[in-house]
């Protein structure tokens, strides 16, 4: 049985290995860590940039997270609440509101991610060590899979 489809292309059995591997290891990473609060992906992503970049406004926190400000608004509600985020008046603009990640929030982004690579290694170092290797290897090409290829730029008139 072939990985590909005969071009050189992945085959939609190799793709949907891949997702699925992908999507179930992130779910066993997700139960690893005792996130007691249960925070979803949406909370979890907003909570680390938000430590990563802020203090930020909604709606600059909404287009790093690729999400129209509403509904990132409702995303930050349940972390404001639970004292992870807070929330103060910008002082650029009185409309506005910056949002930064507390030391409570960054105290359990921290915990998640300890008990997150935890798991990760313990699997890792069951690996024989041509395996290991090979799966190290990989991360370049898996890291090239995180972004979309920038469209070229359409050609310049010459005006002539």
Not at 114 to 120: G, H, I, K, N, V
């Amino acid at each position: 049985m072939t990985d590909t489809d005969g071009r050189g292309a992945p085959s939609s059995a190799a793709v949907s290995r891949l997702r699925l591997v992908i999507a179930r290891l992130y779910r066993q990473l997700a139960q690893a860590s005792g996130d007691d609060l249960n925070l979803t992906y949406a909370q979890l992503s907003a909570l680390a940039r938000t430590l990563e970049h802020g203090p930020l406004r909604i709606g600059e926190l909404a287009a790093q997270e690729q999400v129209a400000a509403p509904s990132l608004t409702r995303t930050m509600a349940p972390l404001i609440a639970a004292g992870l985020v807070a929330k103060q008046p910008d002082p650029s603009d009185g409309r506005s509101w910056l949002v930064s990640t507390t030391a409570e929030g960054a105290d359990l982004l921290g915990r998640i991610r300890r008990e997150r690579s935890e798991l990760l290694a313990r699997r890792m170092a069951r690996l024989d060590p041509g395996r290991l290797d090979t799966l190290l290897a990989a991360l370049p090409v898996l890291e090239e899979l995180l972004t979309e290829p920038q469209p070229a730029p359409p050609p310049e008139e010459d005006g002539s």
